[in-house]
């Protein structure tokens, strides 16, 4: 089974880690200090605070603004839940903008979805395709609102020659194992405001200063959210070969490209020039006479080798939501869950997995071409 994304970990990487475990310090040493150098350093952020998973630095982001109880941010429901789970997790409120049929939020919907209530736009980087962001920092900057980026698929995208993660308050990655880079479990926020990163480094761990010798103090409510060292050894030797991978990920998603152009029964997503795309997924959008064999085609690829898979259910249809938040229904995101699939592109790929993938995916669609879905 080739996977729709996979890490790629090789001896090196291997023996950065157990050079920690032969150490003195598993943790709290001075291998997470030089992995949060090297990011702040790769992105062109003045700050990088890591935790254990993108999860926590969600939370922890929104916590040091201090998001509440009615609070509200904007966001996309197509992401992986916990971009709005962490937020309700204070107590705010997810208020769901529609997509573009890039994957990405809308950002000509947002303005409309404004309300006192509003504290922070929380958009998502879709498969690796930069967001919107000088418009979306427009928006923000007008209503005095805050911009956290989920660029959990992101790591290396970038818009001009500036990287995700230089353009907003806050920018959230994940170092999950299948997202660009990996560290097992773990995440990062990235920002230029210096008090942002201080909160977010006592929020990890306790809220704890130290003072002299054995005196500490707590000065706010804080976590252990922190990175082990072994961890951040493997991020520091998988961070080295980031570009390698974007390089590998892109020359395999434009040959799909190629390979797909003009396809009837499905399109492709394009990166616009002068954008940089991570490319953590390679989505297909299926036309809407295929919806109706969405299923079948998802279960005839994956038992022919293809760990396809489907990003993401909308947010909203999750019964959690639905039981707190009432039935919501997005037009474009609705037409977006039908259409999605996405097929395998990553590090580990050869140009011949890459051939194997994209001929199978061409057979398997005209195999449903002519069922037809009913209207
Ligand atoms: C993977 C992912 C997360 C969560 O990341 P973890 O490191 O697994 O906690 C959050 N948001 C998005 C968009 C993701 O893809």
Redesign the pocket.
């Known amino acids: 089974m080739i996977p729709y994304s996979t890490q790629l970990i090789e001896e090196d990487d291997i023996a950065a880690v157990v050079e920690i475990l032969k150490s003195s310090h598993l943790t709290q040493g001075a291998k997470v200090e030089e992995f949060e150098e090297a990011i702040a350093r790769y992105v062109g952020a003045r700050y990088c605070v890591t935790f254990n998973?993108?999860?926590?630095?969600?939370l922890g982001a929104y916590a040091v603004v201090e998001l509440k109880e009615n609070d509200e941010i904007i966001t996309t429901p197509i992401?992986?839940v916990?971009?709005s789970n962490m937020a309700i997790a204070l107590g705010a409120k997810p208020v769901f903008c529609d997509i573009k049929m890039d994957g990405n939020i809308d950002e000509s919907l947002i303005e409309s979805l404004i309300t006192p209530q509003t504290r922070a736009l929380v958009p998502?980087d879709?498969a690796g395709k930069p967001v919107a962001m000088e418009a979306i920092n427009a928006i923000a900057k007008d209503h005095n609102l805050l911009v956290i980026e989920?660029a959990?698929?992101a790591l290396g995208s970038g818009i001009g020659n500036q990287k995700i993660g230089s353009l907003a308050d806050m920018t959230?990655f994940?170092?999950?194992a299948i997202?660009p880079i990996t560290t097992g479990?773990?995440?990062a926020v990235v920002t230029n405001d210096e008090a942002f990163a201080q909160k977010l480094k006592l929020f990890r761990s306790h809220g704890i200063i130290k003072k002299q010798l054995w005196n500490s103090d707590m000065v706010s409510l804080g976590h252990n959210f922190r990175l082990t060292e072994f961890a951040a050894a493997l991020g520091l030797s998988q961070l080295h070969k980031l570009d390698h991978f974007l390089s590998t990920r892109n020359k395999i998603a434009r040959y799909y490209d190629e390979r797909f152009a003009g396809h009837k029964l499905f399109t492709t997503i394009t990166i616009d020039s002068g954008e940089q795309s991570a490319r953590?997924l390679y989505p297909l959008l299926l036309s809407p006479a295929l919806h109706c064999a969405k299923e079948d085609i998802f279960a005839e690829l994956q038992s022919r080798g293809l760990g396809v898979q489907v990003h993401y259910k909308p947010i909203y249809q999750n019964s959690f939501y639905k039981e707190r938040f009432g039935e919501q229904r997005l037009a474009n995101t609705e037409h977006f869950y039908k259409s999605e699939l996405s097929i395998p592109c990553h590090q580990k790929m050869s140009m011949e997995n890459a051939r194997i993938v994209a001929d199978t995916v061409l057979d398997v669609m005209e195999k449903y071409a002519y069922r037809g879905c009913s209207f």
């Open positions: 998973s993108a999860t926590s630095a969600l992401s992986f916990a971009t998502v879709f989920d959990s698929h959230v994940s170092f999950h997202k479990e773990g995440g953590h």
